[in-house]
C-alpha cells in the first residue's frame, strides 16, 4: 500500500529492477515483475483505506467471508472488507497481536506461485509467541490440513516455519512487544526480498531516497533493512 503510485514504481523499478503491468484491479493497482515473473503489487490506496503504507502479505483462501468470520471467532480484527474488487473479493485484518495481513479470494495472478522456484520474497511474522501465533493462523487459513495444496509447519532454530511445496514462503518469530515505542519492536508481518548483492541493492535505494535502518548476518544470509521514501520498511535479503 502506497500513497503515489507512480513514485513507488519508480523507485523500486530503479532499486529492484522490477517492471510493472496492470492486473485488472482497477487504475491505482500494479504487477511488479522480476525478469517476467510475478513477485509483488502495489496499490495507491493507503489513504483511501486508511492504512499505514507498508508492505502486507495477502493470503489466498477460498471464502473470504468465512475466514472474515474466523477471525473475529478469534478475537482478531478485520478492518476492510471482504470487499469485491474486478476478479476477486479481499479483506485486510490484523491478529489478536495486531499484526496486518490481507486476504483474497479469487483467482491469481497468471504465474504468480513460480516466484517460489526463484524465492524472491518471503514474509515474516515479528509476533509475541510464535505459538499462539501459528495456532491462531492455523485455524483461520487451513494451515497444515490434509488437503492437497495446505502449508507443512515447522519448529526450527527457535522460528515456526511455513512451507508450500517444499519452500519456505513465511517464519514466526516470538519476541515482539504490543506497546513498544518503535513501530518494528511491535507485531507485524516483515516482507524480504532475496537478492543476490543486499547491500547493492541498499546503496541504489539510499541514492533514491530511502534510508538503510540496520543490516546484519542470519542463518539466511546477509541482509539488509530499509524504509523506502513513503515509510514502508522491507529487508533485502541473501541466501547463502
Not at 513514485?7 to 491505482?28: H, I, K, Q, R, S
Not at 513465511?170 to 537478492?195: C, I, K, M, N, Q
Request: glycine fraction near 10%; aromatic fraction near 10%; charged fraction near 20%.
Amino acid at each position: 500500500m502506497a500513497r503515489d503510485l507512480s513514485a513507488a514504481t519508480d523507485f523500486y523499478g530503479a532499486v529492484m529492477g522490477w517492471t510493472f503491468v496492470p492486473a485488472g484491479l482497477g487504475e491505482e493497482f500494479r504487477i511488479a515483475l522480476a525478469d517476467g515473473v510475478p513477485v509483488a503489487g502495489i496499490s495507491a490506496l493507503a489513504q483511501a483505506f486508511q492504512v499505514a503504507v507498508a508492505w502486507t502479505p495477502y493470503f489466498a483462501v477460498e471464502d473470504a467471508d468465512v475466514t472474515a468470520a474466523r477471525i473475529r471467532e478469534r478475537g482478531a480484527t478485520v478492518a476492510v472488507g471482504p470487499v469485491a474488487l474486478q476478479t476477486g473479493r479481499g479483506a485486510l485484518a490484523a491478529d489478536r497481536d495486531g499484526a496486518v495481513f490481507g486476504i483474497w479470494q479469487g483467482p491469481l495472478v497468471s504465474n504468480w506461485e513460480s516466484w517460489r522456484d526463484a524465492a524472491p520474497a518471503w514474509t515474516r511474522l515479528h509476533t509475541r509467541n510464535a505459538f499462539d501465533a501459528a495456532i491462531f493462523y492455523g485455524e483461520v487459513l487451513d494451515w497444515a490440513c490434509d488437503r492437497p495444496g495446505c502449508c507443512d509447519v515447522q519448529y526450527e532454530h527457535e522460528e515456526v516455519v511455513l512451507r508450500h511445496a517444499g519452500h519456505i514462503v513465511a517464519r514466526l518469530t516470538s519476541g515482539a512487544v504490543e506497546a513498544a515505542p518503535d513501530p518494528s519492536l511491535r507485531p507485524h508481518w516483515h516482507t524480504h526480498f532475496t537478492v543476490e548483492d543486499p547491500h547493492g541493492h541498499a546503496d541504489k535505494a539510499r541514492s533514491h531516497g530511502a534510508t538503510v535502518l540496520a543490516d546484519g548476518i542470519s542463518l539466511t544470509g546477509t541482509w539488509v533493512r530499509v524504509k523506502d521514501p513513503d515509510g514502508a520498511t522491507f529487508t533485502l535479503s541473501g541466501s547463502k
